[in-house]
C-alpha cells in the first residue's frame, strides 16, 4: 500500500512540475493535482494496456514513438475530467506527458518494495550445467 501511495506522490508532483515548465498546463491547486494524479493511475491501469495493444502495429511501426502520443491523450482525457486542471493542446499534452513520464520513470527507480528489494524486475532463468554424460540439468 505504502508503494502506492508513493507512486502517487510521485505522479502529483510530476504533473505540479510539468505545469510548471509548459506554458500550456495549469493547475489550480495541490488538491488538483492530486485527483488528477489519482485519474490518471487509474487510466493508466485500465485503459492504456487496452490502448496499447490495440495500437501496437502503429507503435511498431514509430518505433514506440506513438506510445508518447498515447500518453498525451491519457493527459487530455484526464484534463477532460479534472476540473481545475487544463490542458491548452495537443502540444502542451504531449510535453507535459513527457515530462511526467521521464520524472516517474527515475522516481521509481528509488522506490523499493516492502521487503527491500528494489522495484525492477530481474530477469527470471534457469542456470544449467552440462553433465560429464552431455546433458543438460
Do not use: C, H
Amino acid at each position: 500500500m505504502l508503494i502506492i501511495v508513493t507512486r502517487w506522490l510521485v505522479i502529483t508532483v510530476a504533473i505540479l512540475l510539468a505545469s510548471m515548465m509548459v506554458s500550456g498546463i495549469r493547475v489550480e491547486s495541490l488538491t488538483t493535482a492530486v485527483v488528477a494524479a489519482a485519474i490518471l493511475g487509474v487510466i493508466n491501469v485500465f485503459l492504456r494496456p487496452v490502448l496499447l495493444i490495440l495500437t501496437l502495429p502503429l507503435t511498431i511501426l514509430t518505433l514506440g514513438v506513438f506510445a508518447f502520443v498515447l500518453n498525451a491523450l491519457m493527459l487530455l482525457l484526464v484534463a477532460y475530467f479534472v476540473p481545475g486542471f487544463e490542458v491548452d493542446g495537443f502540444f502542451s499534452a504531449f510535453l507535459g506527458a513527457l515530462i511526467i513520464s521521464i520524472v516517474s520513470w527515475i522516481a521509481n527507480r528509488f522506490i523499493k518494495t516492502p521487503d527491500g528489494k528494489d522495484n525492477r524486475r530481474k530477469p527470471e532463468y534457469i542456470d544449467l550445467s552440462q553433465g560429464d554424460d552431455g546433458k543438460w540439468r
